[in-house]
C-alpha cells in the first residue's frame, strides 16, 4: 500500500510543481499590476504549499505593506526569521515593516536588536549590509558597518562596503576618505580601492577633488607612498601623461625598479600620441639605468617618439628627417646591428622610403631587419607589409598585393593577418576596384581588433555611400586616386586633384569626405589658417554628416595649435562637447578644453 501511495504522489508531482509556477507566474503579474488584493489571494494560496515561501516571499511581504495589512506583514517577516535564524535579512524586513506604519522608536529598537546579534555572528554581517541597501535603507546599512567596526575594534572593517554606502548617500568626500584610509592601511588592497573609484567616480571634478585630496595628503606625509599610487591612477585615467610621469619616477626610486613601470607609462603615452612626455619617460631611463635591461630599448623608442614628434609637426622637416636618421645610426654604432636593433632599422628604412624617397635603399635596410629579426614571426609580417607599402609608392602595387597576401594567409586569423587584408582592400580601393574592396572589407568588419574593424567600416560606408547613385563610382574613382596619392607623399598633385573633384562633383556625397582630406592636407603643408574654411564649409553642407565630429575636432586643434586663438578654441571644443558626446574625440576634446579653462597643466 505504501508503495502504491509513493508512486500515485511521484506521478503527481510534476503536475504540483506545474500548479505552482503557474499560480507564482499569476501572482506575479497581478503585482506588477498593482492590483495588491488579487495577487494576496494567489500568493496565500502558493504559501500554502510545501517550500515554496522562498519563491514569492518579497513581493507577498510588499503586497501586505500596500494593503496595510501590518499583522499578516510582521507575522510573515518573524516567520521567517524564526526559520531562517542565520541571517538578518528578515529582521531587517521586520524593521522595514514597522518603519512603514511610522514606528521609528520600533524600528530604532530593532536596528539596535540586530547589532547585538550580530556582534554575536559577525559573520552574518555582510548579508544584513547588502540587504539593506536592496531595500534601500543605507543609512541602516551605516550603522550596521559602525556598530560592526566598534564591536570588533577595526578602524576600517567594511571599507568598501561603507565608501558605497557614502557613495549612495551623496557623500562622496566621506567615500574618498573612506577608501584612501583603506588603501593606507594595507597597500594589498589598493587594486580594489581602484576598483571602487572607478565604479563612484565618473565627472571630472570628481576626479578633481580626490586629486586635490591626495595632493594636500601627500604635502603633509612624503613618505606614504600610496598617495603617489593614486595619484598615478588619476592621471593614467585623465591622460595626463607628464603629471603621472612625476608620480612613476617617485614610485620608481622608492621600489627600485629600474624604470620597468616607467616605460610601461611610456608606451601608453606614446599610444596616446603625447610623444613629449613619453620622450621624457624614455631620456629618464636611459640617463638613470645605462646598465639596466630597458637601456637599449628606451634608446631605441625615445628616437621613435622623436620621430613621431616629427612627422606630426607640419609641414614635415627633411632636415629634421636627415638628423633623426643620424642619431639612428649613432644607436646602432653603439649597440650594433643585432636582433635586439631591428625596429632601430626598420623604423630607418621607413624614414628613407617616406620622406627623403630613396626606396631602394629602403629596401635594403629592410631586409637586413628580416634578416635579423631570427624568425621572429610578427617581425617578419611586419616588415614585409612595409616593402609592400614601399613598392606602393613605387607604383608597383603588383608586388605590394603579393607581400599583402602572402602576410594574409600565413596569418589568417592573426591581427597581423587581418591588418594585411585591410592594406589589401585599401589597395583596390586605390585603383578603383571596389567590388573587391568591399569583398575584403565585409569580411574584416567582424576583425577582433576595433581599430581594423572601425577603419573596414568606415571605408565600407565611403564606397556603399558613394556607389548607390553613382553605380561607376565615378566621383570615387577621383577621389581614391587623391588618397594613393596622399599615401605617396604626392601633396601637390593631391591637392590639384581634390580643387579638381571639388570643382567637377560638387554634389556628389563624396564632397564630405574630400572637404575633410582638403583642410587635413593644408594642415600637413604647413597651411593650417587656410583649412578652416574647408571645415567650415563641410559643417554647412553636411550638418547631420559621418565626418562632422573629425571636421568640428580638427578645428579646434587648428584654433588651438596653429592660429594659438585659445578663446576660439575654448569656445570649439565646448561645442564639440554639447553636439558630439559619443565621439571617439570627445575624451581628447574635454581634456584639451579643461586645459585651455584653466582647470589642470598637462
Same mark, same amino acid.
Given at each position: 500500500m505504501k508503495k502504491f501511495l509513493f508512486g500515485v504522489l511521484f506521478l503527481f508531482l510534476p503536475a504540483l510543481a506545474y500548479a505552482q509556477q503557474k499560480d507564482v507566474s499569476l501572482a506575479e503579474e497581478y503585482y506588477s499590476q498593482n492590483e495588491f488584493e488579487k495577487a494576496r489571494e494567489v500568493y496565500e494560496r502558493v504559501a500554502r504549499m510545501p517550500n515554496s515561501l522562498s519563491l514569492i516571499y518579497s513581493h507577498y511581504l510588499k503586497t501586505l505593506v500596500n494593503l496595510k495589512d501590518w499583522k499578516e506583514a510582521e507575522k510573515l517577516a518573524k516567520r521567517q526569521s524564526k526559520e531562517n535564524p542565520e541571517t538578518m535579512i528578515y529582521r531587517l524586513d521586520?524593521?522595514?515593516?514597522?518603519?512603514?506604519?511610522?514606528?521609528?522608536a520600533l524600528v530604532d529598537k530593532e536596528i539596535v536588536a540586530i547589532n547585538d546579534e550580530l556582534r554575536k555572528r559577525p559573520e552574518a554581517t555582510l548579508d544584513a549590509i547588502e540587504h539593506a541597501v536592496r531595500i534601500d /535603507?543605507?543609512?541602516?546599512?551605516?550603522?550596521?558597518i559602525l556598530a560592526s567596526r566598534k564591536n570588533q575594534k577595526e578602524k576600517t572593517l567594511w571599507a568598501l562596503e561603507l565608501a558605497q554606502v557614502y557613495a549612495l548617500q551623496g557623500k562622496q568626500d566621506l567615500a574618498i576618505e573612506e577608501l584612501i584610509t583603506f588603501a593606507v592601511k594595507d597597500k594589498d588592497h589598493l587594486d580594489g580601492v581602484k576598483s571602487a573609484l572607478q565604479d563612484n567616480l565618473s565627472k571630472p571634478e570628481e576626479f578633481d577633488k580626490l586629486e586635490q585630496n591626495l595632493l594636500t595628503k601627500l604635502e603633509k606625509d612624503q613618505d606614504q607612498i600610496v598617495?603617489?599610487?593614486?595619484?598615478?591612477?588619476?592621471?593614467?585615467?585623465?591622460?595626463?601623461? &607628464?603629471?603621472?610621469f612625476v608620480q612613476a619616477r617617485a614610485l620608481d626610486k622608492r621600489y627600485q625598479e629600474e624604470g620597468n613601470q616607467i616605460v610601461n607609462i611610456a608606451q601608453i603615452a606614446q599610444r596616446n600620441n603625447d610623444y613629449n612626455a613619453a620622450a621624457q619617460m624614455y631620456e629618464y631611463v636611459i640617463k638613470t639605468y645605462p646598465a639596466g635591461l630597458n637601456y637599449g630599448y628606451a634608446r631605441n623608442m625615445f628616437l621613435k617618439c622623436k620621430e613621431d614628434a616629427i612627422k606630426n609637426t607640419y609641414p614635415v622637416d627633411k632636415a629634421e628627417i636627415e638628423n633623426l636618421i643620424k642619431q639612428y645610426k649613432q644607436l646602432l654604432g653603439e649597440l650594433g646591428r643585432t636582433p635586439k636593433t631591428k625596429e632601430a632599422i626598420r623604423n630607418m628604412a621607413l624614414l628613407y622610403a617616406f620622406y627623403l624617397d630613396k626606396k631602394d635603399t629602403a629596401v635594403v635596410l629592410l631586409n637586413e631587419a628580416i634578416e635579423l629579426s631570427q624568425g621572429s614571426a610578427d617581425f617578419m609580417s611586419v616588415a614585409k607589409m612595409d616593402l609592400g607599402d614601399i613598392y606602393l609608392l613605387k607604383d608597383e602595387s603588383w608586388e605590394s598585393t603579393l607581400l599583402y597576401s602572402q602576410v594574409e594567409l600565413a596569418r589568417k586569423e592573426h591581427p597581423i593577418g587581418h591588418e594585411a587584408k585591410l592594406r589589401n582592400a585599401k589597395l583596390s580601393y586605390y585603383k578603383g576596384e571596389f567590388d573587391l574592396a568591399t569583398e575584403h572589407l565585409d569580411i574584416l568588419k567582424e576583425a577582433t581588433s576595433r581599430e581594423i574593424s572601425n577603419d573596414a567600416m568606415e571605408l565600407s560606408l565611403l564606397i556603399k555611400d558613394n556607389i548607390l547613385d553613382d553605380t561607376l563610382g565615378t566621383a570615387l574613382k577621383e577621389f581614391s586616386k587623391v588618397e594613393l596619392q596622399?599615401?605617396? /607623399?604626392?601633396?601637390?598633385?593631391?591637392?590639384?586633384?581634390?580643387?579638381?573633384?571639388?570643382?567637377?562633383?560638387?554634389?556628389?556625397?563624396?564632397?564630405?569626405k574630400a572637404l575633410l582630406t582638403k583642410?587635413?592636407?593644408?594642415?600637413?603643408?604647413?597651411?593650417?589658417?587656410?583649412?578652416?574654411?574647408?571645415?567650415?564649409?563641410?559643417?554647412?553642407?553636411?550638418?547631420?554628416?559621418?565626418?562632422?565630429?573629425?571636421?568640428?575636432?580638427?578645428?579646434?586643434?587648428?584654433?588651438?595649435?596653429?592660429?594659438?586663438?585659445?578663446?576660439?578654441?575654448? &569656445?570649439?571644443?565646448?561645442?564639440?562637447?554639447?553636439?558630439?558626446?559619443a565621439s571617439i574625440f570627445t575624451a581628447e576634446a574635454r581634456k584639451r578644453f579643461r586645459i585651455l579653462r584653466g582647470d589642470f597643466m598637462n
Open positions: 521586520y524593521a522595514w515593516v514597522m518603519e512603514q506604519q511610522n514606528q521609528p /535603507h543605507v543609512d541602516w546599512a551605516e550603522k550596521i598617495y603617489n599610487e593614486l595619484l598615478l591612477w588619476i592621471y593614467l585615467q585623465q591622460k595626463r601623461f &607628464t603629471r603621472a596622399l599615401f605617396q /607623399h604626392k601633396e601637390k598633385e593631391a591637392m590639384i586633384s581634390l580643387d579638381t573633384l571639388l570643382k567637377r562633383y560638387p554634389k556628389e556625397n563624396v564632397v564630405e583642410a587635413r592636407l593644408l594642415v600637413r603643408v604647413g597651411k593650417a589658417q587656410d583649412a578652416v574654411k574647408p571645415l567650415e564649409d563641410l559643417q554647412a553642407q553636411f550638418p547631420e554628416g559621418i565626418f562632422g565630429d573629425d571636421a568640428m575636432f580638427l578645428l579646434g586643434k587648428i584654433y588651438e595649435e596653429n592660429i594659438q586663438d585659445k578663446d576660439k578654441a575654448k &569656445t570649439v571644443y565646448q561645442d564639440f562637447l554639447v553636439k558630439y558626446p
